[in-house]
């Protein structure tokens, strides 16, 4: 192949024609996961209906992924498509499965992690009836090792939004925590032709994708339908995964809030103070995951990034819509620019005072910011009284 826009499609299993429609598209980005694959179409098979669809898109893998899918399929009666290309990322994956996708709704799912389909196909089946753009479900973590399990880091967020209700139509303007929710494409489902009419687009080449489309998914939609119930199963722990990996990598999330941005261009200011405490919980995360020689850099960029972006009047919302305190001292600490305190909080170091007192010096941004402040100068200042007197030389 003499470019990665070019690309080879192979038909598996699939009855009818291209233009037959599905009710799902599941489209399952593949690059050098052979030992989890098969677990993973397995999860999606299992469903057993012909309304689903999956297109595997082997994004120039160079293990044995490739003859993996080829080898599940001859055992899989399911419509199938494959999709080979050079390797472009899985942002361009995504697309490449999207343009070749007959389904109603489409999905995705990383090809090392599992889904329950029947969550899915509920979801689709009552965003058809209620006249939804997107649905949503939750989504749980386990381990590869252990393969213990537990709820995602959004689970109080779905608990604040919905009580015990079971499912719930809304919107960003009707329901800025939707805002707040997983920002990962693979715990929702988009309808084709508003993904298409919308141009919802992964950026190519992008890290940390998934933030610009949901705000702009959730930006634009009429309705949304929240499903309360656990879809997806994210896997962690294992050996190569990204989003493990310490790497100059983690400075795309700063493209991605900017991106992010942009499409909330018109929002209102309860839905950007959600974007906003998202974004800053995104940023500070990634730099916990940033090399310790960029540290300093990866958080200057990102306050001077959030200082161009966050009018001044918004920090107070953003904070108010932190989950917790650290949470909350996260956003402070990136509205008052305090560099050096995000740095040492980063790499699990006790502030130095002198980062401590730049959140003293910025006392609108509340008291949790000043408390903590005072309580590091409190901690110095008794460490400085409790040391020892220096004995000169006899």
């Given at each position: 192949m003499d470019s990665v826009n070019e690309i080879s499609i192979q038909a598996a299993r699939q009855p009818g024609t291209a233009q037959d429609q599905c009710l799902i598209s599941f489209i399952v980005p593949v690059f050098n996961t052979e030992a989890y694959l098969g677990e993973t179409l397995n999860s999606i098979a299992a469903y057993g209906g012909r309304d689903v669809e999956i297109i595997i898109v082997d994004d120039g893998s160079t293990d044995g992924s490739a003859q993996a899918v080829a080898a599940w399929i001859e055992t899989h009666d399911v419509p199938v498509r494959v999709i080979h290309q050079q390797n472009a990322g899985l942002s361009a994956a995504r697309m490449a499965g999207l343009a070749v996708a007959r389904g109603s709704f489409v999905g995705f799912c990383d090809s090392d992690d599992r889904l329950e389909v029947?969550?899915?196909?509920?979801?689709?089946?009552?965003?058809?009836?209620?006249?939804?753009?997107?649905?949503?479900c939750r989504s749980a973590v386990f381990d590869s090792v252990s393969e213990d399990a537990h709820?995602?880091?959004?689970?109080?967020?779905?608990?604040?939004?919905?009580?015990?209700?079971?499912?719930?139509?809304?919107?960003?303007?009707?329901?800025?925590?939707?805002?707040?929710?997983?920002p990962n494409a693979n715990t929702r489902l988009i309808r084709r032709d508003f993904m298409l009419r919308h141009e919802l687009t992964f950026p190519a080449g992008l890290h940390f994708e998934d933030f610009p489309v949901h705000v702009h998914g959730v930006a634009v939609a009429r309705a949304v339908l929240v499903l309360n119930a656990t879809g997806y199963f994210y896997r962690v722990n294992r050996n190569g995964k990204i989003t493990d990996q310490k790497?100059?990598?983690?400075?795309?999330?700063?493209?991605?809030?900017?991106?992010?941005?942009?499409?909330?261009?018109?929002?209102?200011?309860?839905?950007?103070?959600?974007?906003?405490?998202?974004?800053?919980?995104?940023?500070?995360?990634?730099?916990?995951?940033t090399l310790n020689k960029d540290r300093g850099r990866f958080f200057a960029e990102a306050c001077a990034l959030l200082g161009g972006l966050v009018p001044a009047t918004l920090w107070p919302l953003a904070e108010a819509a932190a989950v917790?305190?650290?949470?909350?001292?996260?956003?402070?600490?990136?509205?008052?620019?305090?560099?050096?305190?995000?740095?040492e909080s980063a790499a699990r170091r006790r502030p130095r005072l002198s980062s401590a007192l730049v959140l003293l010096r910025h006392r609108q941004h509340g008291r949790l910011a000043r408390h903590v402040a005072l309580r590091t100068l409190k901690w110095r200042l008794g460490n400085f009284i409790r040391r020892p007197a220096r004995l000169g030389r006899p």
């Open positions: 029947a969550v899915y196909v509920k979801m689709a089946r009552l965003a058809q009836e209620r006249g939804c753009d997107m649905a949503m709820d995602f880091y959004d689970a109080h967020i779905w608990h604040n939004m919905l009580k015990h209700s079971r499912c719930q139509v809304l919107n960003g303007l009707s329901e800025p925590l939707l805002f707040r929710l997983e790497s100059a990598k983690r400075f795309d999330i700063l493209r991605s809030v900017a991106l992010a941005f942009d499409y909330a261009q018109g929002v209102d200011t309860h839905g950007m103070a959600q974007i906003t405490a998202m974004a800053c919980r995104m940023i500070y995360w990634c730099g916990t995951h917790d305190e650290r949470e909350r001292l996260i956003v402070n600490a990136l509205a008052a620019r305090a560099e050096g305190l995000l740095v």
